[in-house]
């Protein structure tokens, strides 16, 4: 993977700014983290990091959200050199204010892109005029991208896109032209449109269109539950692979997933035992972040029900994790579980 840095002293933000070009690479397709609201902060994108994700992203957050500059934006923002290269990834649907948000990202933290998200289904981001509702509204999805663009020049710009808002509006090819000839320089693809949610399949022929009708490099975003899931869509040409939901259940997806591109003998798999050392440790780092064990424990039950999918008797395991509020507990129930396997 290349990844140069670069000193650019002149930038369109006061002060001098580190800036890093997008990573590319020759050889393997590049492993991408998809961003997730309350589940992508910088404890679990570490957790991917160490396991084999080339490249990172904030949970999203809205221009309105950056510009009030409180705590809990700086807790979304908050990121350690170690993630490096990271984007922050930023909505909304007024073009002078994510610009001006995008201008203040760059100055609190200095990631190393911005990222537009143009793909969100959920009906608060929707009905904000944010997220995959500009899919119905190309003028101003292109002229926020020419505006985020020039506000923080020359730091890379990316965006999201799903392939349309429904079924009879697949406009993914025509949305990935006008981005790029705004000067959006790498573009990720969820291969859904926004009325399907997260239900149905994923099209990955959309996705190769979208390959085919640009330059810029596109990341391919859907359906990809196991490492050889990839395997299926590299004939699309994709620049690299976007993970979300299956991340949640096995961050080893990226490092099997490069070990099945390098055509490894034996792929990588995590044994039970690894799987629980990291549950133990992302449950410790979460509560030395919130300095309060009941609120961390509870905030971890969702990513608790994910990572002990397929566990043994992972039903009635899951079933008591949901009451559990401290980390003794947990122990105490996986403890019979790990001696029995």
Not at 239 to 263: C, H, K, Y
Not at 274 to 297: F, G, P, Q, T, V
Request: glycine share 8%; charged share 25%; aromatic share 6%.
């Amino acid at each position: 993977m290349n990844f140069q840095k670069e000193d650019n002293s002149e930038h369109s933000v006061s002060g001098p700014v580190t800036r890093y070009s997008l990573p590319v690479t020759a050889s393997l397709p590049l492993l991408f983290l998809a961003p997730m609201a309350g589940v992508t902060n910088s404890i679990f994108r570490r957790i991917c990091k160490e396991r084999g994700a080339d490249i990172l992203t904030t949970e999203f957050l809205s221009a309105d959200g950056i510009m009030h500059r409180n705590a809990r934006t700086e807790q979304y923002l908050n990121f350690l050199e170690e993630e490096r290269p990271l984007g922050v990834q930023l909505f909304g649907g007024d073009p002078e204010r994510l610009a001006e948000a995008a201008r203040a990202v760059v100055d609190w933290v200095r990631p190393d892109f911005i990222d537009l998200n143009f793909g969100c289904p959920v009906n608060k981001v929707v009905c904000r005029h944010g997220g995959s509702s500009l899919l119905r509204d190309c003028p101003t999805l292109e002229k926020i991208a020419q505006s985020v663009v020039k506000a923080v020049s020359p730091l890379p710009v990316t965006a999201k896109i799903r392939i349309g808002w429904d079924e009879s509006s697949i406009n993914a090819t025509t949305t990935a032209r006008l981005l790029e000839g705004s000067g959006i320089q790498r573009l990720a693809v969820h291969g859904r449109t926004r009325s399907q949610g997260y239900s149905g399949k994923a099209n990955w022929d959309v996705i190769a269109e979208v390959v085919q009708a640009v330059k810029m490099p596109v990341i391919g975003n859907g359906d990809i539950a196991v490492a050889a899931d990839v395997l299926q869509h590299l004939s699309t040409g994709v620049a690299g692979f976007m993970i979300g939901r299956a991340a949640m259940t096995n961050p080893w997806i990226f490092s099997e997933i490069r070990s099945l591109l390098r055509g490894d003998q034996l792929p990588f798999q995590p044994t039970l035992e690894e799987r629980w050392e990291l549950i133990r440790r992302h449950c410790r780092e979460e509560i030395a972040l919130k300095k309060n064990e009941a609120a961390a424990m509870a905030s971890m039950r969702a990513r608790l029900m994910a990572y002990t999918k397929g566990f043994p008797g992972a039903r009635p395991l899951r079933e008591k994790i949901s009451g559990i509020s401290s980390l003794v507990e947990l122990e105490e129930l996986m403890m019979p579980l790990l001696e029995e396997n």
